[in-house]
């Protein structure tokens, strides 16, 4: 059974960082790309970057400067590092991992984590 537990989320106050940790465990054979999302309250959820196995990155324009994705593929294990963080930036920030082969599937499916709460306030 595959899970993608996230860790690091908190409370920071404006300008402060956090690092965001995901890891997918289980049976799994490849991961096309790992990112992260997140949903703000009356929001809908949005991409906020990803990257794939290659480490090609895609970010949202209202985090480029300020967050970093990484990848650890031999760890399945996705990171998010936040900096100069804005009181925007509050939601509830989701793992995703995007086409998850697991061990002996013809095909890949999308996995999510439960998320991890981020609070920028002061």
């Known amino acids: 059974q595959v899970k993608l537990v996230e860790s690091g989320g908190g409370l920071v106050q404006p300008g402060g960082s956090l690092r965001l940790s995901c890891a997918a465990s289980g049976s799994i054979f490849s991961i096309y790309a790992m990112g992260w999302y997140r949903q703000a309250p009356g929001k809908q959820r949005e991409l906020v970057a990803a990257i794939t196995s290659y480490g090609s990155t895609n970010y949202a324009d209202s985090v480029k400067g300020r967050f970093t994705i990484s990848r650890d593929n031999a760890k399945n294990t996705v990171y998010l590092q936040m900096n100069s963080l804005k009181p925007e930036d509050t939601a509830v920030y989701y793992c995703?991992?995007?086409?998850?082969?697991?061990?002996?599937?013809?095909?890949?499916?999308?996995?999510w984590g439960k998320g991890t709460l981020v609070t920028v306030s002061s």
């Open positions: 995703n991992a995007d086409q998850l082969i697991v061990a002996g599937a013809a095909h890949g499916m999308d996995y």
